[in-house]
């Protein structure tokens, strides 16, 4: 019987051994065009009018949003040395005599404010209804998540807490402890774990696949079954922001937080470090910013109930409208197939 599992030895974060092409931004890529191919498929559904090179501007300045709001926003919450407000141009080039410094990566909560900016802007742009497009797009974007996390595991990045359950995983990159201590010296033991150089590497939990799966997968089908049964327009973007929010929330017990933040609220003191879970009462950044999620997204889905013109699948896209509601195409075939059959008597 396995203790832990190994991680993958034949993993490796570039595509090509050498070359600058890693299967972290291929993930990415493969996430955007899923969401872009699901979005499509919905305009067919709806019979919406829309050409491809306005899908395509419109997916395009909603990506612009979300890579500037995930940058800014990571230095704004998760950096604690305040370079980024002495150099603020450091926030989008962080290198100095060609190094890298500053902190490294982007913040998915900053990246939905981006997106949703981006997102709404070019609809106001286009005289387009927001709301009816923004649950065609949430319907379609979480199953890209799955590829996003899958390309943090594969860069042995996001791991969660220490574990000793079977499904924990040894990650090569994870910060190693000193087998002095004594919480970690019972793990070690417990786990049959050699120190090396009198520190040792212990299990992690894979919190990666366990967002791949519930906040790509699990998140994914919820919403596009309920794609043709929204009570009203806007509803699933209040279920996305919702929905998210509660899966995340509850992972974030699974993942160990930034070792420089900790807990951002400890109504607990266990004096164990965050690397090991302490209490169901003491909450990480992630967890105050899903928390937000679920509570601004009950809030909108109160607001767009109230909304004028909020029936689900009627759309204004510029002017003249340019669609039609699935009432209405399918009343028009009906007619069309029994004048027909008139035709054939």
């Known amino acids: 019987m396995l203790l832990y599992i190994p991680y993958p030895s034949w993993l490796k ?12 931004g291929l993930m990415y890529l493969i996430a955007f065009v899923i969401a872009y191919l699901l979005f499509r498929r919905q305009e067919k559904e709806r019979s919406l009018k829309l050409d491809d090179d306005s899908v395509s501007s419109l997916f395009f300045w909603t990506i612009v949003g979300l890579l500037v709001g995930a940058r800014i926003f990571a230095t704004i919450v998760y950096d604690t040395s305040g370079i980024y407000i002495q ?4 926030i989008f080039w962080p290198f100095d005599g060609g190094k ?9 909560h900053g990246g939905l404010i981006g997106a949703t900016i981006g997102f709404i802007a070019y609809c ?20 890209g998540y799955t590829f996003g996390r899958l390309g943090n595991f594969i860069n042995g990045e996001l791991y969660g807490r220490v574990t000793t359950s079977p499904i924990g995983m040894i990650f090569p990159q994870a910060e190693q402890f000193p087998y002095e201590l004594p919480w970690v010296k019972e793990i070690a033991e417990k786990l049959a774990i050699i120190p090396v150089n009198g520190y040792v590497n212990l299990p992690r939990h894979p919190s990666q696949l366990y967002e791949a799966f519930f906040e790509g997968i699990v998140l994914w089908v919820i919403l596009w079954l ?3 049964r929204r009570p009203f327009k806007g509803f699933l973007i209040g279920m996305y922001v919702i929905g998210y929010g509660t899966v995340r929330f509850f992972i974030e017990y699974f ?26 009462f003491n909450f990480s950044t992630g967890q105050i910013l ?4 679920i509570l601004g997204g009950g809030i ?43 035709k054939l008597k």
């Open 13 to 24: 974060p570039e595509i090509i051994p050498g070359l600058p092409v890693r299967w972290y």
């Open 87 to 90: 150099k603020p141009w450091r």
């Open 100 to 108: 890298f410094v500053g902190l490294q990566g982007m913040s998915y």
């Open 124 to 143: 106001r742009y286009r005289k387009w209804d927001a709301r009816e497009l923004g649950d065609m797009l949430v319907a379609a974007v979480p199953l």
């Open 226 to 228: 309920l794609r043709n």
């Open 255 to 280: 993942r160990e937080p930034d070792a420089d933040l900790g807990y951002r609220i400890e109504l607990v003191k266990t004096g164990l470090p965050p690397a090991l879970f302490s209490s169901f």
């Open 290 to 293: 899903c928390f937000l999620m």
């Open 300 to 342: 909108w889905l109160f607001i767009a109930s109230k909304l004028p013109n909020n029936k689900p699948g009627t759309v204004e896209l510029g002017m003249p409208a340019l669609v039609e509601t699935h009432q209405t195409d399918r009343a028009r075939r009906k007619n069309e197939q029994r004048n027909l059959r008139k």
